[in-house]
């Protein structure tokens, strides 16, 4: 069983940053890809970014490409997501997922994805 647990999350300004970090446990973690959602209220799950179990491989939606950077750190068994240049469309509640098995390579869908952490909110104010 994998456990997700999102942090990081706040109240930023238009044009800043934040970094969530999504860190998990259970056992073989390490092996896992892992990846980054939002949901916004009256909106679906959208895909953000996912990276590999080695963090050689990454992916990103269009929507956030080049401003949004995702990484991990197997030593910690924690993901991350780098956010600059942040605009009022990313105010959301943003969830690190896991696939149903060690090893799959990452997907773009949610149906994809078996654990989900608990979310955390961003806001960006203008």
């Known amino acids: 069983q994998v456990q997700l647990a999102e942090s990081g999350g706040g109240l930023v300004q238009t044009g800043g940053s934040l970094k969530l970090s999504c860190t998990a446990s259970g056992p073989g973690v390490r092996d896992y890809a892992l990846a980054w959602f939002r949901q916004s209220p009256g909106k679906e799950r959208e895909f953000l970014a996912s990276i590999n179990w080695t963090g050689r491989n990454s992916y990103y939606s269009d929507s956030i490409k080049g401003r949004f950077s995702i990484s991990r750190d197997n030593a910690k068994n924690t993901a991350y997501l780098q956010m600059d240049g942040l605009k009022s469309e990313d105010t959301a509640v943003y969830y690190c997922?896991?696939?149903?098995?060690?090893?799959?390579?990452?997907?773009?869908?949610?149906?994809?994805?078996?654990?989900w952490g608990q979310g955390t909110q961003v806001t960006v104010s203008s």
């Open positions: 997922a896991a696939p149903p098995a060690r090893g799959l390579v990452p997907a773009n869908f949610v149906k994809e994805y078996h654990y």
